[in-house]
């Protein structure tokens, strides 16, 4: 808590707009986490089995083995479903920040080394060009900028949890 | 924690982006409601029914409460397709353990008690598969005088479908009969006959018309969502030995009146309907690769095509087919083993130091593996054309063109807009639909566990249906439903089964019509009024000399 305490004083001690653009940071990563745990939980039939099947690069083994067992993958969808909307959830709400930047920053590197866009590795680009540095892993570098700046001690329900 | 302590303004801090989750849900709420919008606007364009294909009321089938007594079945012809209906009927060695798409599904309460095989294997896997009670017949006609057989599974080489169909009426057994029906356009007459008299219950072997996708295929259709349907393509493509019919040889074959060696084959039986040759390995295991025993791609693989054509399409027979090809690729194929003696598979890489097999002749085919036919329906103003080829893979579907849309099957049904529709041009227009990006699309579930299948003919086969498909989201073999509604219609005492008689009636026609047109070298025309085959400058039924010998 004192840490904590300490976190939350230094925080306010940060001018109105950078407390707004950090605490806008983190409720946007969390919209897009929850949007995309939301559509993946309603969509009939959505799988990680392809995704997972896809995977390229040094990894590509742990991957494919994932998908390769029934039970695994149904506990993988479930977890990844699940995971991604209370992470958004959570995020928006500024509750357990540290906590779910620390599981989405987990999620985030396994989406990136699952596809890595390094060099001489075929990877499945989407839309955009990218060499090494991808989507995923400015989102990353987002959530980590999340974690040492927890805003939720300052503008969000972690507040409440920290005695003045 | 929160308490005395707390201060109001610390209250509105602690809250000052909860209300961002009610924004996303407004979002959300918004989104979905366009989306529907936009959705149920597409689906509105169904509103007015075409006209109304009765398959789709064969397709809905459900068994009347009719009684559940045990069915005993006899096999005939049981080597690699057969084995795999006896799988989905729950017949197998229990070492096997219980085939993928049975999981769950409900026991067709049925009894294995009567098996013919020319192959003694065989025979002994079937009668391991009926827990030893099965009774072995060496011929069809003996095992439908004495068993006690209700129905008869039917999954021998073409060139013995008609004959033992045929037996097994006359007999009043039930039939479910691989495709194609028939070796000749003689014989499906005559099937269709002896069939519609005794009225057993007749279910052709074309499981795929339970493939689900086509409950879609044919809401798309019978809505006029494609406008007028000009020309529908289909294809085979395979590039493997296997998926050209080179099956293995396994090392136990061999005549029954062989001076030595295993005598487990019994090649006269085999051959006692057909062109007498001698004994050739290659003739019995690998006989799709030959017109004296099998069909060719038109009777094994464009059936699979054109059946469930006709049946989105509700078609009947073509007025006229026009084909071509030949032997292209699969030339010849020397058989291999190891220096040890051991087979190797034809789609093995070679290892080195091997040798050819002493027991099995060169393999040079008669069929084709490159075909191609054109059919015309001149009252539908439609034509369809299927081309194959046993030497490349590249993926190609069935693909409906309309006037106004396109449906493609490849992995589901997908329906375009066609850039110059005219019914769509408003929404082409506005961007709401766009020509490359499906307007309507249907998916199976990804199912737990395709991963499972990997060799290049069976991912053929998953994506065409042929293997399995989805019941409330769960992976079920289509060869199994297929079982189910012929089991299903035998007890309710109903001959409309999903694939009947009048169906298998003009499969079988349609295919041979092509193969004709091969062999003869001529277009095939239909005469629906009075029910004949006639070929152009030859006004005769005559059978291709290649064809020949049913006796």
Request: charged residues 20%; aromatic residues 10%.
């Given at each position: 808590?004192?840490?904590?305490?300490?976190?939350?004083?230094?925080?306010?001690?940060?001018?109105?707009?950078?407390?707004?653009?950090?605490?806008?940071?983190?409720?946007?990563?969390?919209?897009?986490?929850?949007?995309?745990?939301?559509?993946?939980?309603?969509?009939?039939?959505?799988?990680?089995?392809?995704?997972?099947?896809?995977?390229?690069?040094p990894f590509a083994g742990i991957f494919h083995a994932m998908a390769g067992s029934s039970w695994m993958a149904s506990a993988i969808d479930i977890i990844i479903s699940w995971g991604l909307t209370l992470i958004g959830i959570a995020?928006?709400?500024?509750?357990?920040?540290?906590?779910?930047?620390?599981?989405?920053?987990?999620?985030?590197?396994?989406?990136?080394?699952?596809?890595?866009?390094?060099?001489?590795?075929?990877?499945?680009?989407?839309?955009?060009?990218?060499?090494?540095?991808?989507?995923?892993?400015?989102?990353?570098?987002?959530?980590?900028?999340?974690?040492?700046?927890?805003?939720?001690?300052?503008?969000?329900?972690?507040?409440?949890?920290?005695?003045? | 924690?929160?308490?005395?302590?707390?201060?109001?303004?610390?209250?509105?801090?602690?809250?000052?982006?909860?209300?961002?989750?009610?924004?996303?849900?407004?979002?959300?709420?918004?989104?979905?409601?366009?989306?529907?919008?936009?959705?149920?606007?597409?689906?509105?364009?169904?509103?007015?029914?075409?006209?109304?294909?009765?398959?789709?009321?064969?397709?809905?089938?459900?068994?009347?409460?009719?009684?559940?007594?045990?069915?005993?079945?006899?096999?005939?012809?049981?080597?690699?397709?057969?084995?795999?209906?006896?799988?989905?009927?729950?017949?197998?060695?229990?070492?096997?353990?219980?085939?993928?798409?049975?999981?769950?599904?409900?026991?067709?309460?049925?009894?294995?008690?009567?098996?013919?095989?020319?192959?003694?294997?065989?025979?002994?896997?079937a009668v391991k598969a009926s827990g030893g009670t099965a009774k072995v017949y060496r011929t069809y006609q003996e095992m439908f005088d004495k068993s006690?057989?209700?129905?008869?599974?039917?999954?021998?080489?073409?060139?013995?479908?008609?004959?033992?169909?045929?037996?097994?009426?006359?007999?009043?057994?039930?039939?479910?009969?691989?495709?194609?029906?028939?070796?000749?356009?003689?014989?499906?007459?005559?099937?269709?006959?002896?069939?519609?008299?005794?009225?057993?219950?007749?279910?052709?072997?074309?499981?795929?018309?339970?493939?689900?996708?086509?409950?879609?295929?044919?809401?798309?259709?019978?809505?006029?969502?494609?406008?007028?349907?000009?020309?529908?393509?289909?294809?085979?493509?395979?590039?493997?030995?296997?998926?050209?019919?080179?099956?293995?040889?396994?090392?136990?074959?061999?005549?029954?009146?062989?001076?030595?060696?295993?005598?487990?084959?019994?090649?006269?039986?085999?051959?006692?309907?057909?062109?007498?040759?001698?004994?050739?390995?290659?003739?019995?295991?690998?006989?799709?690769?030959?017109?004296?025993?099998?069909?060719?791609?038109?009777?094994?693989?464009?059936?699979?095509?054109?059946?469930?054509?006709?049946?989105?399409?509700?078609?009947?027979?073509?007025?006229?087919?026009?084909?071509?090809?030949?032997?292209?690729?699969?030339?010849?194929?020397?058989?291999?083993?190891?220096?040890?003696?051991?087979?190797?598979?034809?789609?093995?890489?070679?290892?080195?130091?091997?040798?050819?097999?002493?027991?099995?002749?060169?393999?040079?085919?008669?069929?084709?593996?490159?075909?191609?036919?054109?059919?015309?329906?001149?009252?539908?103003?439609?034509?369809?054309?299927?081309?194959?080829?046993?030497?490349?893979?590249?993926?190609?579907?069935?693909?409906?063109?309309?006037?106004?849309?396109?449906?493609?099957?490849?992995?589901?049904?997908?329906?375009?807009?066609?850039?110059?529709?005219?019914?769509?041009?408003?929404?082409?227009?506005?961007?709401?639909?766009?020509?490359?990006?499906?307007?309507?699309?249907?998916?199976?579930?990804?199912?737990?566990?395709?991963?499972?299948?990997?060799?290049?003919?069976?991912?053929?086969?998953?994506?065409?249906?042929?293997?399995?498909?989805?019941?409330?989201?769960?992976?079920?073999?289509?060869?199994?439903?297929?079982?189910?509604?012929?089991?299903?219609?035998?007890?309710?005492?109903?001959?409309?089964?999903?694939?009947?008689?009048?169906?298998?009636?003009?499969?079988?026609?349609?295919?041979?019509?092509?193969?004709?047109?091969?062999?003869?070298?001529?277009?095939?025309?239909?005469?629906?009024?009075?029910?004949?085959?006639?070929?152009?400058?030859?006004?005769?039924?005559?059978?291709?000399?290649?064809?020949?010998?049913?006796?």
């Amino acid at each position: 808590m004192n840490n904590e305490n300490a976190l939350s004083r230094i925080l306010g001690k940060f001018s109105g707009a950078q407390k707004f653009i950090l605490a806008s940071l983190r409720v946007i990563v969390g919209w897009h986490f929850l949007y995309e745990g939301y559509v993946k939980i309603v969509t009939e039939g959505w799988s990680s089995i392809g995704y997972l099947d896809a995977s390229s690069g040094p990894f590509a083994g742990i991957f494919h083995a994932m998908a390769g067992s029934s039970w695994m993958a149904s506990a993988i969808d479930i977890i990844i479903s699940w995971g991604l909307t209370l992470i958004g959830i959570a995020l928006i709400l500024g509750l357990f920040t540290r906590l779910v930047s620390v599981a989405a920053a987990f999620f985030l590197l396994l989406f990136y080394l699952s596809n890595p866009p390094w060099i001489g590795i075929h990877f499945i680009a989407g839309e955009g060009n990218y060499m090494i540095v991808n989507k995923n892993l400015v989102e990353l570098a987002a959530v980590m900028v999340l974690l040492v700046f927890p805003t939720g001690v300052i503008w969000g329900l972690d507040r409440i949890f920290i005695k003045e | 924690m929160a308490g005395n302590g707390m201060k109001r303004r610390d209250f509105l801090k602690a809250a000052a982006t909860t209300p961002m989750l009610g924004a996303f849900g407004a979002a959300l709420y918004s989104k979905e409601s366009h989306d529907k919008a936009a959705r149920e606007e597409i689906l509105q364009i169904g509103k007015e029914v075409s006209g109304t294909n009765p398959n789709i009321l064969k397709r809905n089938y459900k068994r009347i409460g009719s009684a559940d007594d045990t069915i005993n079945i006899g096999i005939v012809g049981c080597g690699g397709r057969g084995k795999s209906l006896m799988r989905s009927c729950g017949f197998y060695p229990p070492e096997e353990g219980e085939p993928r798409g049975l999981e769950g599904t409900e026991p067709l309460n049925l009894k294995l008690t009567a098996v013919c095989d020319l192959f003694q294997p065989s025979i002994d896997w079937a009668v391991k598969a009926s827990g030893g009670t099965a009774k072995v017949y060496r011929t069809y006609q003996e095992m439908f005088d004495k068993s006690d057989i209700d129905a008869v599974v039917i999954a021998t080489s073409d060139h013995y479908h008609a004959p033992v169909a045929i037996a097994a009426a006359r007999a009043g057994k039930h039939i479910y009969v691989e495709k194609c029906m028939t070796k000749t356009i003689k014989e499906a007459f005559e099937v269709r006959q002896v069939v519609k008299k005794a009225g057993v219950v007749l279910q052709l072997g074309h499981q795929n018309r339970n493939s689900n996708r086509y409950d879609s295929a044919m809401e798309v259709i019978n809505k006029n969502m494609l406008g007028d349907v000009s020309l529908i393509q289909c294809y085979t493509n395979r590039n493997t030995r296997n998926g050209a019919w080179v099956y293995d040889i396994p090392k136990e074959h061999g005549p029954m009146n062989a001076p030595s060696g295993p005598r487990n084959v019994d090649w006269e039986q085999y051959v006692i309907n057909t062109i007498k040759r001698p004994y050739d390995p290659n003739r019995f295991f690998r006989w799709r690769c030959f017109w004296d025993y099998g069909t060719g791609l038109s009777g094994d693989l464009l059936t699979h095509e054109l059946d469930v054509i006709n049946m989105v399409m509700n078609l009947g027979i073509p007025t006229t087919a026009v084909a071509s090809g030949g032997v292209y690729h699969h030339k010849k194929y020397v058989s291999l083993m190891t220096a040890e003696g051991e087979p190797l598979d034809s789609d093995e890489p070679v290892p080195e130091g091997a040798i050819p097999r002493p027991d099995v002749p060169v393999l040079r085919r008669d069929v084709p593996d490159v075909f191609q036919v054109v059919y015309e329906w001149p009252d539908r103003d439609l034509t369809v054309v299927y081309n194959a080829t046993l030497a490349n893979n590249w993926g190609r579907a069935q693909i409906y063109l309309g006037s106004e849309a396109t449906m493609d099957l490849t992995d589901g049904v997908d329906v375009f807009a066609d850039p110059r529709s005219k019914r769509y041009a408003d929404w082409l227009k506005s961007g709401k639909v766009r020509p490359d990006e499906a307007m309507l699309s249907y998916r199976n579930v990804a199912g737990k566990g395709v991963e499972a299948i990997t060799a290049a003919t069976a991912q053929w086969t998953v994506a065409k249906g042929l293997l399995y498909t989805y019941r409330g989201g769960r992976m079920v073999s289509t060869s199994y439903l297929h079982l189910k509604n012929w089991i299903d219609h035998i007890r309710d005492n109903n001959t409309d089964t999903i694939c009947n008689i009048d169906d298998g009636f003009q499969e079988a026609i349609t295919a041979h019509m092509a193969t004709y047109s091969y062999l003869k070298g001529t277009r095939v025309r239909w005469d629906a009024e009075n029910e004949r085959v006639l070929f152009d400058g030859q006004q005769s039924e005559e059978t291709p000399k290649e064809l020949v010998a049913i006796g």
